[in-house]
DNA sequence: ACCATGTAGATGACATGTCATCCACGTGAC
DNA sequence: GTCACGTGGATGACATGTCATCTACATGGT
């Protein structure tokens, strides 16, 4: 048969590039940080990225849907993240009054005091391994890059 | 105690708002790409770039650890991900003359005609998904970003 | 030849994420 | 009230990744 299939449509030399860059760069720079952290304070990015949350809502506490939307996570995934970390004393679920479905996170003091802990050296390891790489102009074309891209999605949660 | 701990670098605005677009954009993204990957193809990423590398290799053949090194992956990790593909006859594992220790991995008929068949769809979804996103300037951005992360990496294997 | 050490790869136990499913409760139509 | 349906959350089976460990072979010093 004579192959009428369409040549795709191929990724120019620069496309190439950026995909490349794209594919390489977050996962080598995470995996450093994760390792970093891990060595440091004993916590995975997931723990961090909770604990961070948690110690920033107003009464360290906050509906566990909420969360998974915040972080971006599947309920699923924080529903198990949550019983790990309960299991380890930083965090502990209540329920809630208002709705009788719903329940929320506490931090813990245990948890509190862990990310205090872990912060510095998070921070600095943050620094070490991306923006001590980068200019002040690069600095500002990945901020741009991360508006670009949750643009689209209307109800992209805050920072955090 | 007078609680001499100094206080910790805090990031400043902008980092603040780099490392958020940074945490967010890439798992973003790139579920996006890898739901339409398994939906349109049956692979996974991962499966995708295993493919994808052998398909571009002399013999369509290549050294385990080699492909390991280049993916930037564990060797452990893709002995895992070559047994799980080879007991779906994509590739095939064949003993290496040369070296008693070493093994090799081939692509098969089969995997060949799957990679050909996935790319296309997985070409035109990650345009969709990011490069239809970018300026020609983000996309440079994107490229520098990718070179400065990995400069220092002396053994930066090549893009594939 | 012999032994110590290094390299290639496989493997098993374990941590984590996904999906499908389940249960309990809320909400609105009737 | 009650019944259908939506939502919040938990859970179990399963896929994948990590680390530690194991085997087999290679290599270099003696």
């Not at 360290?60 to 309960?86: D, F, K, N, P, Y």
């Not at 600095?124 to 990945?142: G, M």
Request: hydrophobic residues 40%.
């Amino acid at each position: 048969m004579s192959d009428a299939a369409p040549e795709p449509h191929w990724l120019t030399e620069d496309e190439m590039r950026a995909w490349c860059a794209w594919r390489r760069i977050f996962p080598l720079v995470n995996a450093e940080i994760a390792r970093d952290l891990g060595k440091d304070s004993g916590l995975s990015e997931a723990d961090y990225d909770v604990l961070s949350m948690l110690s920033q809502c107003p009464g360290r506490r906050r509906r566990i849907s909420g969360l998974a939307e915040h972080l971006l996570w599947s309920r699923s995934r924080l529903s198990h993240q949550l019983t790990r970390m309960e299991q380890r004393g930083l965090v502990r679920r209540e329920e809630v009054v208002a709705d009788g479905r719903g329940a929320e996170v506490v931090l813990t003091e245990a948890g509190l005091g862990t990310i205090g802990a872990a912060a510095p050296a998070h921070l600095e390891s943050v620094r070490r391994h991306l923006f001590d790489l980068l200019t002040p102009a690069q600095l500002e074309a990945l901020i741009q890059l991360g508006d670009t891209i949750t643009a689209r999605r209307a109800d992209a949660p805050p920072c955090g």
